[in-house]
Antibody, heavy 115, light 113 residues
Framework: EVQLVESGGGLVKPGSSLKLSCVAS????????MHWIRQAPKKGLEWIAL????????YYADSVKGRFTISRDNSKNTLYLEMNSLRSEDTAMYYC????????WGQGTLVTVSS | DIVMTQTPSSQAVSAGEKVTMSCKSS????????????LAWYQQKPGQSPKLLIS???TRESGVPDRFIGSGSGTDFTLTISSVQAEDLAVYYC?????????FGSGTKLEIK
């Protein structure tokens, strides 16, 4: 069974940093591109980053470019999202998801940016 | 960026009724080399993560009831639920994966009368 489990969310102040993790199981992690998608409270879905299966290419939404970094460790079956210079508008549930289309999603980890 | 426009934003129907929702993209999602439309539909029930229902505009995922029907090509797509059930209460999103950034529609909220 495919599982994606996010962690690392929490309450942080504006300007601070946070690193999210997504542990994958039930499939060959190193064969799939992986994404981060977020959803602000009561809002729709916003794609924020993609990393290829071998980390050869990374893509970001304009809203996070230069502040967020996607990475992965295929030996640990883990996807990461390093978030710097956090703003109140980054407050959201953050999901990791596999492939295109986004066939499997984690349960999400909540990031709240507030003073 | 490809803009995805979903209508209506919400819809209330009675159980057993048929419902259709629309998704339009600002450019074609049909890739000429493989004749595939890079369009997916997701269902997000209250308090849950999104779930992939339909990929390639019309291919139902394993385990998805056959009352969910995806259709369309190019820039115009439709999700039809042939006979709505109470458990279909959810927000439905379309998404294009033709190009990065991946983009989603704003969603259609389905309410059951």
């Amino acid at each position: 069974e495919v599982q994606l489990v996010e962690s690392g969310g929490g309450l942080v102040k504006p300007g601070s940093s946070l690193k999210l993790s997504c542990v994958a199981s039930g499939f060959t992690f190193s064969s799939y591109g992986m994404h981060w998608i977020r959803q602000a409270p009561k809002k729709g879905l916003e794609w924020i980053a993609l990393i290829y299966y071998d980390s050869s290419n990374k893509y970001y939404a304009d809203s996070v470019k230069g502040r967020f970094t996607i990475s992965r460790d295929n030996s640990k079956n883990t996807l990461y999202l390093e978030m710097n210079s956090l703003r109140s508008e980054d407050t959201a549930m953050y999901y990791c998801a596999r492939g295109e289309p986004l066939a499997y999603w984690g349960q999400g980890t909540l990031v709240t940016v507030s003073s | 960026d490809i803009v995805m426009t979903q209508t209506p934003s919400s819809q209330a129907v009675s159980a057993g009724e048929k419902v259709t929702m629309s998704c339009k993209s600002s450019q074609s999602l049909l890739y000429s080399e493989n004749k595939k439309n890079y369009l997916a539909w997701y269902q997000q029930k209250p308090g849950q993560s999104p779930k992939l229902l339909i990929s390639w505009a019309s291919t139902r995922e394993s385990g998805v009831p056959d009352r969910f029907i995806g259709s369309g090509s190019g820039t115009d797509f439709t999700l039809t639920i042939s006979s709505v059930q109470a458990e279909d209460l959810a927000v439905y999103y379309c998404e294009q994966y033709y190009d990065t950034p991946l983009t989603f529609g704003s969603g259609t909220k389905l309410e059951i009368k």
